[in-house]
């Protein structure tokens, strides 16, 4: 099966397949790209009936890969059922409602602690991360007595809190284990303590120190975690802020409008200037859209906004595609539009390149030291626009942004703190540059080239502020979706000998033909040269 259309459901034709088997298949694509599994977590209703499934993998460094999957008809997929008010079930639902209601209930952060608890016979639950609480529906612990143990850093202690929040809503009685009595690392969590203590029985466990919620909280509030919840709520995105403000003021025990102000506070003192580089979360698409029919919607997209030569809209959506890769490569060529005036389409087509390429940052002048940091900090996609007005009289930067070419020699050396230890920065990265005019040689030379000129009045095109914005987002999810499944292919792709012999002017071109087919797209690239240029018209 080609993974680049591997499908987000499966059709049952026939007997049920196992729920294991099914998610094995969806996950097919994360396991290919080393990611382990883990778990397969059932969520039930009430009366035990299975509601949907949560799969869980997890990459050798840690990074998690966690989907829900259900059954829809006779098709399985990766997403959610529709739950009544939109509040999701606790974990465990059955044991919660069919258990004795005098009886604590343990809450735990993740499906992977709720079973090692339940193990031991006791009634536990969660509501899956630190971050599900919000759309979880706690009526089930209605006065019932329920302990809380949050993960050993403060993200865990934070959810604990906005839980605690919820129950005491609820009448419930609520305690929560004493964290600085335990022994557990920095994040650790039940499991952890477990494997400290193999041998704990249910007695154990309910015997280590608890607090109450309160008590908890106000012990919490030491002035370096109070330090430290201040600098993470400034951080944080201002709609995000907005849904945990409330639950963190009670936690810190002030009012919302002093929290407001010391957030405000913290986030001007950042660094004195300017604001932080931030980039959007992506949503992965459900449907795995073939990447054939990806490139088909991104060249209609660049065609439709620039006046561009033959083949460069392929091109430039190879290149957007390439993006979403960069983890799995080791070339990696800049997009260099170039015209001979203004007002031919280059910053429209950076525009374009902004909504649908990997961490775009666009920029219209950047320093050496801000582009060797921004890149080791976030590995963005650089989007340089006004390249003529800055870069032909700085060396340095060109020295840096031609290093980012080839992984393996894509460093800069520099010397930090007050004792000048030496570091390595990486400077490996999708880069596009827009300037008008003859770029500097040794750009040229790593670029793929594309020449603008002004649209003459018979060519018409579509202002970039009517962009098709659904229609970009749903090609940003469906690329972020192709990135997770297929993209770690490419790290396995060769070109033909004949580029293998190809001198180096020639080569991203040549290129692009092999690595279109590797990636499992059948669209042909028919230019074989560096530069798509739009061919001399003459005006009517």
């Given at each position: 099966m080609n993974v680049c259309n591997l499908p987000s459901?499966?059709?049952?034709?026939?007997p049920p397949m196992p729920p294991k088997m099914a998610a094995r298949r969806l996950s097919d694509g994360a396991i290919k790209g080393k990611y382990q599994p883990e778990a397969l977590h059932t969520y039930t209703d009430a009366t035990e009936h299975t509601t949907y499934w949560r799969i869980r993998a997890r990459l050798p460094n840690g990074e998690k890969w966690v989907r829900p999957m259900r059954v829809h008809g006779m098709v399985y997929e990766l997403k959610e059922p529709d739950f009544p008010d939109g509040r999701k079930p606790l974990y465990r639902l059955h044991e919660l409602a069919n258990g004795d209601k005098a009886e604590p209930v343990l809450f735990v952060e993740g499906e992977k602690c709720?079973?090692?608890?339940?193990?031991?016979?006791?009634?536990a639950t969660t509501s899956g991360s630190a971050a599900s609480d919000d759309k979880s529906d706690f009526e089930p612990l209605r006065g019932r007595p329920v302990i809380l143990w949050p993960d050993n850093d403060q993200p865990g202690r934070d959810h604990v809190a906005r839980v605690a929040a919820k129950l005491r809503t609820l009448s419930c009685v609520v305690e929560v284990i004493d964290l600085d009595a335990l022994t557990l690392p920095e994040h650790g969590d039940v499991v952890d303590w477990f494997a400290a203590h193999p041998a704990a029985t249910a007695a154990d466990l309910m015997a280590l120190a608890r607090l109450p919620a309160d008590e908890q909280a106000a012990t919490g509030g030491d002035d370096d975690n109070f330090d430290e919840a201040i600098k993470r709520l400034a951080a944080m995105p201002r709609i995000q802020y907005e849904r945990e403000r409330e639950a963190a003021s009670k936690h810190l025990s002030i009012r919302a409008s002093v929290l407001d102000r010391l957030v405000k506070e913290a986030r001007s003192q950042d660094s004195g200037q300017g604001s932080r580089v931030l980039f959007d979360e992506v949503e992965l698409s459900a449907v795995a859209v073939p990447l054939d029919d990806l490139l088909t919607d991104i060249s209609a997209i660049y065609s439709q906004h620039v006046v561009l030569p033959p083949h460069?809209?392929?091109a430039a959506a190879l290149w957007s595609v390439m993006t979403w890769a960069t983890d799995h490569t080791d070339c990696a060529p800049i997009l260099l539009l170039k015209s001979p005036?203004?007002?031919c389409g280059k910053s429209t087509l950076l525009g374009l390149l902004n909504m649908l390429c990997r961490r775009p940052l666009p920029v219209a002048n950047v320093s050496p030291a801000a582009l060797f940091r921004v890149i080791e900090q976030s590995a963005p996609t650089l989007l340089i626009d006004e390249g003529d007005s800055f870069l032909a009289r700085n060396e340095e930067l060109r020295g840096v942004i031609n290093a980012g070419h080839t992984r393996s020699t894509a460093f800069v050396l520099r010397t930090v703190g007050d004792d000048f230890e030496p570091r390595r920065f990486a400077v490996f990265g999708p880069k596009a540059l827009a300037l008008i005019g003859k770029a500097p040689h040794t750009i040229t030379d790593r670029s793929i080239v594309i020449e603008l000129r002004r649209k003459l009045p018979s060519e018409r095109v579509t202002k970039l502020r009517d962009a098709p914005k659904a229609r970009i987002?749903?090609?940003?999810?469906?690329?972020?979706?192709?990135?997770?499944?297929?993209?770690?292919?490419?790290?396995?792709?060769?070109?033909?000998?004949?580029?293998?012999?190809?001198?180096?002017?020639?080569r991203h071109s040549t290129m692009t033909r092999p690595a279109s087919r590797v990636i499992g797209c059948r669209r042909p690239v028919s230019?074989?040269?560096?530069?798509?240029?739009?061919?001399p018209v003459t005006p009517p």
């Open positions: 459901h499966l059709i049952l034709h026939g709720a079973d090692a608890v339940a193990k031991l016979g006791l009634i460069a809209a392929e005036e203004p007002r987002h749903a090609l940003r999810a469906a690329l972020a979706r192709w990135a997770l499944d297929d993209a770690h292919r490419i790290a396995d792709a060769r070109p033909s000998s004949c580029v293998a012999k190809a001198v180096r002017s020639g230019s074989s040269s560096i530069s798509w240029t739009n061919p």
